[in-house]
């Protein structure tokens, strides 16, 4: 994860606390840490049926060569986790973020941070314009502190490090959410360690 120098102070706080912050000791991509982020990769979309699946790419965990596929087929791949919606611009938007870099203050594809990017989701599938800030977007929304009734769409809230809410993300379904994290634009899982320690809320954008 990039380091970013903070200078001037006065800047620097403001950005801190009103999007979204790197995650401070995120761990490395390292599989034998059971406190790592798991990554999921490939978007695939299965046009048959408008369903996304994900499934983890072997490389991230060990050297074997990248798999390469334009549908799925149990006969080249196996899932081992997924989740599926029938939002087709859902799906089109999480394939064609994927893997954007992180960058603190960030907007566009050449960088961009966790409030910024559910801002743009939100525009670009809801049509809806949220508040710039994790912090905004949380006190703009219906908290839901039960996380079986999130839906997708909803948002996720952290305080990684932090007693103030420092990061934001999307729920999808079945515990995975999208997010700008500090090693981009991923999907992750609420069940795993390290989100679970931070998890504080969702929350349902007030339509």
């Not at 049926?49 to 965990?61: D, G």
């Not at 961009?112 to 006190?139: G, K, M, N, P």
């Not at 502190?145 to 729920?171: A, T, W």
């Not at 634009?185 to 989100?195: A, G, Q, R, T």
Request: a positive charge; proline letters at 2%.
């Amino acid at each position: 994860m990039k380091q970013k120098i903070l200078v001037p102070v006065l800047i620097s706080t403001i950005l801190l606390s009103g999007s979204c912050a790197v995650q401070k000791g995120e761990p490395k991509r390292v599989a034998s840490h059971k406190s790592s982020p798991e990554f999921l990769n490939d978007v695939v979309i299965d046009n048959g049926s408008n369903a996304v699946s994900l499934y983890k790419s072997k490389s991230v965990y060990h050297a074997e060569e990248r798999k390469k596929t334009q549908h799925l087929s149990d006969e080249k791949i196996t899932i081992d986790q997924s989740f599926h919606t029938t939002d087709t611009a859902l799906a089109n938007f999480i394939q064609d973020w994927m893997g954007v870099p992180y960058r603190l203050g960030g907007l566009t594809k050449k960088g961009i941070d966790c409030s910024a990017f559910t801002r743009t989701l939100y525009a670009s599938v809801y049509h809806i314009q949220l508040l710039r800030t994790a912090f905004e977007q949380f006190s703009a929304s219906v908290p839901i502190y039960d996380q079986d009734n999130l839906q997708e769409g909803d948002l996720v809230f952290f305080k990684i490090h932090s007693r103030v809410i420092s990061h934001v993300g999307v729920y999808l379904s079945d515990g995975y959410f999208v997010q700008a994290s500090g090693h981009g634009v991923m999907i992750s899982n609420l069940d795993e360690h390290y989100w679970k320690r931070f998890y504080f809320a969702g929350g349902r954008v007030k339509s």
